[in-house]
Each structure stands twice: as structure tokens, then as C-alpha cells.
């Protein structure tokens, strides 16, 4: 499957996890050395991604678009990818955060695996 395809299925298991609020879930999907920075200061590792989703309100869902991708070699891709993030089920009356994400993914022992995240706002 092409890294393109395979980041795809990755982000579509992400999708579905946060939608259900399963922040464990979320967190398998990151590599256990991952790099993530969202909205809030940076950490390394699946730990802190699972405690990053589990502070988001239940309810919280997000849709997806990958702009572009480029292959980094036969186990990494990175991807550019519009997120937004939907609260309506969680706070009535909270607007969505559209963002731009970019991520590695990279083909690890357990699979592909988010090995980097970085959010920032979308204009």
C-alpha cells in the first residue's frame, strides 16, 4: 500500500477514536517516541498524547483533509492535513477550531504510527 494510503487509514483510525473519546486508542497511534504539539506545550511519547485527548470534552469530533503528502523513503510520509475539530455535541454553542496539522508517519513494529504532530491555526 503506498505510504500515501496507509497515512490515510492512520488518520481515519485517529478520526474514529476521537469521535468515540478514546483517548488510549488515540494514543496507540502515535509512535512511543512521538513527537506531539497541540494546542497546549509540547510533549514526547504516547503518554502525554493520551492525556492531551482525554482533557478534550467528550463529544468532540474531528473531520480531515490531507492537502499534500510527500515520502520521506518506504517507511515515512509527511503529510499536510486540515483538521477541524467539532464541539457541538460536546459544548453547545462552542465554535470548531479549524487547524493545519502537519505529521510523519512511519512504519514501525506495530505498524504505521504518527512519529510527529504539530497543530497551528488555520486562517
Do not use: C
Not at 25 to 37: C, G, N, P, R, T
Not at 87 to 97: D, E, N, S, Y
Not at 99 to 120: K, P, Q
Request: charged residues 25%; proline residues 7%; aromatic residues 10%.
Amino acid at each position: 500500500m503506498p505510504a500515501t494510503d496507509e497515512l490515510r487509514s492512520l488518520l481515519d483510525q485517529w478520526r474514529k477514536a476521537i469521535g468515540d473519546h478514546r483517548p488510549a486508542e488515540v494514543a496507540s497511534l502515535f509512535a512511543e517516541d512521538a513527537v506531539f504539539q497541540g494546542l497546549r506545550p509540547f510533549t514526547i511519547g504516547r503518554a502525554g498524547v493520551a492525556a492531551y485527548y482525554a482533557a478534550q470534552p467528550e463529544g468532540m469530533t474531528v473531520a480531515y483533509e490531507i492537502v499534500e503528502t510527500r515520502d520521506l523513503g518506504p517507511d515515512a510520509v509527511l503529510g499536510w492535513v486540515n483538521a477541524d475539530f467539532d464541539f457541538t455535541r460536546a459544548v453547545p454553542g462552542r465554535a470548531p477550531i479549524a487547524l493545519n496539522l502537519t505529521v510523519v508517519a512511519r512504519r514501525t513494529d506495530e505498524g504505521w504510527r504518527l512519529a510527529h504532530y504539530h497543530v497551528s491555526p488555520r486562517p
